[in-house]
């Protein structure tokens, strides 16, 4: 049996994500979308207007932020272990039965504050799925509650930089948090 490459399928995906992630100019009357502006922003990037808790919250500069990744990768400041252990002491399964993943995105500024969540919900196959409501509230929460991260440093300054904890859910019960 011969293995078939997935190198295609990948790159495709990516664009294809990246192409829905772009702004586009649509024709009202017509409902078409042919014409592309040039992109305004990454694909990565968390819009002000869709986040949650962004009032009040400050990026140092909105043209340069980051991936968590980075030289210095942002962390919080009491390591994974101390991040699972806030998580998993706090949370509480109260008789959900759902399995998905729980990602929340969110940018960590330079001065160390976490600002800008969005969520996005999906089953364990990675279909977006709609995740019972109590439970995605009570895990926004708990992630909101993580606070004192530590920011990106990057060419010998702090930086704002994206975020993500992605929480494995089998049967209302957070098996992983990633990364």
Same mark, same amino acid.
């Given at each position: 049996?011969?293995?078939?490459?997935?190198?295609?399928?990948?790159?495709? @995906?990516?664009?294809?994500?990246? +192409?829905?992630?772009?702004?586009? /100019?649509?024709?009202?009357?017509?409902?078409?979308?042919?014409?592309?502006?040039?992109?305004?922003?990454?694909?990565?990037?968390?819009?002000?207007?869709?986040?949650?808790?962004?009032?009040?919250?400050?990026?140092?500069?909105?043209?340069?932020?980051?991936?968590?990744?980075?030289?210095?990768? +942002? /962390?919080? @400041?009491?390591?994974?272990?101390?991040?699972?252990?806030?998580?998993?002491?706090?949370? /509480?399964?109260?008789?959900? @039965?759902?399995?998905?993943?729980?990602?929340?995105?969110?940018?960590?500024?330079?001065?160390?504050? +976490?600002?800008?969540?969005?969520?996005?919900?999906?089953?364990?196959?990675?279909?977006?799925?709609?995740?019972?409501?109590?439970?995605?509230?009570?895990?926004?929460?708990?992630? /909101?509650?993580?606070?004192?991260?530590?920011?990106?440093?990057?060419?010998?300054?702090?930086?704002?930089?994206?975020?993500?904890?992605?929480?494995?859910?089998?049967?209302?019960?957070?098996?992983?948090?990633?990364?």
């Amino acid at each position: 049996m011969v293995k078939k490459s997935i190198l295609p399928i990948v790159t495709v @995906s990516i664009w294809i994500v990246g +192409a829905m992630s772009c702004n586009k /100019t649509v024709d009202k009357s017509s409902g078409s979308s042919t014409d592309f502006k040039k992109y305004v922003h990454n694909v990565e990037y968390i819009s002000p207007d869709e986040a949650r808790l962004n009032e009040g919250f400050e990026l140092c500069n909105e043209r340069r932020i980051g991936q968590y990744y980075n030289p210095e990768k +942002a /962390t919080y @400041s009491k390591g994974k272990n101390g991040l699972r252990k806030f998580i998993l002491t706090n949370y /509480t399964n109260k008789g959900y @039965s759902d399995s998905g993943y729980l990602n929340i995105r969110f940018v960590i500024n330079c001065h160390g504050k +976490a600002g800008r969540y969005i969520i996005h919900e999906n089953d364990l196959d990675l279909n977006p799925k709609k995740l019972n409501e109590d439970m995605v509230e009570q895990i926004f929460q708990l992630t /909101t509650q993580l606070k004192n991260w530590n920011p990106n440093f990057i060419r010998d300054e702090f930086w704002d930089s994206y975020m993500y904890l992605s929480y494995r859910i089998e049967n209302g019960e957070i098996i992983e948090i990633l990364p």
